[in-house]
T-cell receptor, first 112, second 113 residues
Framework: GQQVMQIPQYQHVQEGEDFTTYCNSS?????IQWYKQRPGGHPVFLIQ?????EVKKQKRLTFQFGEAKKNSSLHITATQTTDVGTYFC????????????FGTGTLLAVQP | DAEITQSPRHKITETGRQVTLACHQT?????MFWYRQDLGHGLRLIHY???????NKGEVSDGYSVSRSNTEDLPLTLESAASSQTSVYFC????????????FGPGTRLTVT
């Protein structure tokens, strides 16, 4: 079945450093979503990418969707302590496979 | 404001007991989902529903069941709780299929002893 892998599983950075998490799917995706989960909280939707090669920015966060629509990345510039949490990608297959398949997540720790 | 709630927030039960976790949303969304979250596995889909009387199995449905008798509620039942079902359970809803984002409830932490 469809699998979505995410690396790294854990990243510890100093405040002000950059951070990137990568998401790879075993199959072509119709779209990909990114969610953030604060410690002890629930996942919260960040953004959705639909087009091949699409790049979207939200302040210090940059999201990319690969040309082949099988991979994606989230890059945070100059991390802040408020960025702490687990970032999940969630891919949706095309056609009859309409469910979101979540990646394993990347836990980001930011040291002040 | 519309919201999605789960109850109880914490539950401890014994092996073999039947347990039901409640999920209630006031978004009037047709689509509802149940996930479990375990370290190293991310969020795995248990069951989902695209509308009243519609239920479907996800990737880890064994030992779980759901029913959808109205738009607002999708209770998750563990028929005979097992220690392997100790997890955090999240309910989610979305407006439609395809490109719609999912809204998650606060989660239920279930411990099976």
């Amino acid at each position: 079945g469809q699998q979505v892998m995410q690396i790294p599983q854990y990243q510890h950075v100093q405040e002000g450093e950059d951070f990137t998490t990568y998401c790879n799917s075993s199959t072509t995706l119709s779209n990909i979503q990114w969610y953030k989960q604060r410690p002890g909280g629930h996942p919260v939707f960040l953004i959705q990418l639909v087009k091949s090669g699409e790049v979207k920015k939200q302040k210090r966060l940059t999201f990319q969707f690969g040309e082949a629509k099988k991979n994606s990345s989230l890059h945070i510039t100059a991390t802040q302590t408020t960025d702490v949490g687990t970032y999940f990608c969630a891919g949706r297959g095309g056609g009859a496979t309409n469910k979101l398949i979540f990646g394993t997540g990347t836990l980001l720790a930011v040291q002040p | 404001d519309a919201e999605i709630t789960q109850s109880p927030r914490h539950k401890i039960t014994e092996t073999g007991r039947q347990v039901t976790l409640a999920c209630h949303q006031t978004w009037n969304h047709n689509n509802m989902f149940w996930y479990r979250q375990d370290l190293g596995h991310g969020l795995r889909l248990i069951h989902y529903s695209y509308g009243v009387q519609d239920t479907n199995k996800g990737e880890v449905s064994d030992g779980y069941s759901v029913s959808r008798s109205n738009t607002e509620d999708l209770p998750l039942t563990l028929e005979s709780a097992a220690s392997s079902q100790t997890s955090v359970y999240f309910c989610a809803s979305s407006e439609g299929q395809g490109t719609y984002e999912q809204y998650f409830g606060p989660g239920t932490r279930l411990t099976v002893t």
